[in-house]
């Protein structure tokens, strides 16, 4: 059994995994959590100047984390 399922046992409802960097990280534990994590990431810098202004742009603030849950 992965670390992953052991260590979150059998929890309801979704995953959700929020990063200022690319989703490529969270989506890798993607395969053991049985379709239960949403993974939300900026996967990119270069769309705005700030940090803010580049969570706004890649819906990765509080607001989308939110509404992903």
């Known amino acids: 059994m992965a670390y992953i399922v ?3 046992g059998a929890p309801q409802g979704p995953i959700v995994a929020a990063s ?6 969270p989506d890798q534990l993607a ?3 049985g379709g239960r994590l949403y993974s939300l990431g ?13 969570r706004d742009f890649f819906e990765v603030d509080a607001k989308m984390i939110a509404y992903t849950a």
Not at 42 to 54: P, V
């Open 31 to 33: 395969p053991w959590l």
């Open 6 to 8: 052991q260590t979150l």
């Open 20 to 25: 200022d960097w690319m989703r490529a990280v």
């Open 42 to 54: 900026t996967d990119g810098f270069g769309m705005s100047d700030t940090r803010e202004a580049l």
